[in-house]
């Protein structure tokens, strides 16, 4: 079974220009979840959606960022203007929907911004 | 509202046991620990759900006290696949996740 899907692995971006990166979450997972890994904050949670909804997006930075999951198989996290500050490795996670369920990470972006 | 991990790094030789401790200021609703080896993904270990059981998972275990808002995870005859960070992840309400700063465990042979 596939899991989760990330794209693109790997994003070299100059400052002041729009990024996207892209999820496809398990098939039948309701929940999706954007994380932030960073060596000095950690693990963030950025927002999630439970039924392609967004439930809490107090995590989001600013207002730079912006997530949107227009059907159950598809997410995307766009930065726009992106900064230096922005570089870090985004995962994308998904599970089954209850609270109390394992979460299914995706191999995560790699976002350099220059 | 993120949770408390301690130690921040520990160096282990193959076979010997280690704990890691998470604690939360607030009531928890279940606590996850996960691990992630370097360049990878954070992978699921276990979750423990307030009112339930210690579960396992092989030679790791865990607990979770929920008066005092704390779990451990208990590594037991640790082996070198074991290296890696650990993290424990505590939802409040319902996927409300918040993650520790996580725990570096290295064992060496």
């Known amino acids: 079974d596939a899991g989760v899907i990330q794209s693109p692995r790997h994003e070299v971006t100059e400052m002041g220009q729009e990024v996207t990166l892209r999820c496809k979450p398990i098939?039948?997972?309701?929940?999706l979840f954007w994380y932030r890994q960073t060596m000095m904050r950690g693990l963030e949670l950025l927002i999630y959606f439970n039924n392609n909804v967004p439930i809490d997006d107090s995590g989001m930075p600013e207002d730079r960022f912006s997530a949107k999951m227009p059907n159950a198989s598809f997410s995307t996290l766009k930065i726009q203007p992106s900064e230096p500050r922005d570089s870090a490795v985004y995962f994308c996670?998904?599970?089954?929907?209850?609270?109390?369920?394992?979460?299914?990470f995706g191999p995560g972006t790699r976002l350099l911004v220059l | 509202q993120q949770p408390v991990q301690s130690p921040q790094a520990v160096i282990l030789r193959e076979g010997e046991d280690a704990v890691i401790n998470c604690s939360s200021s607030?009531?928890?609703?279940?606590v996850h620990w996960y691990r992630q080896k370097h360049g990878e993904a954070p992978v699921f270990l276990m979750i423990?759900?307030?009112?339930?059981e210690q579960k396992g998972h092989e030679k790791i275990s865990a607990s979770f006290n929920e008066k005092k808002q704390q779990s451990s995870l208990y590594l037991t005859a640790s082996q070198l696949s074991y290296s890696g960070t650990y993290f424990c992840?505590?939802?409040?309400?319902?996927?409300?996740?918040?993650f520790g700063a996580g725990t570096r465990l290295t064992v060496k042979p």
């Open positions: 992840g505590t939802e409040r309400f319902g996927n409300d996740m918040r």
């Open positions: 423990l759900l307030k009112g339930g």
């Open positions: 098939s039948g997972h309701n929940s």
């Open positions: 996670a998904s599970s089954l929907g209850q609270a109390q369920e394992t979460q299914y």
């Open positions: 607030k009531a928890l609703y279940s």
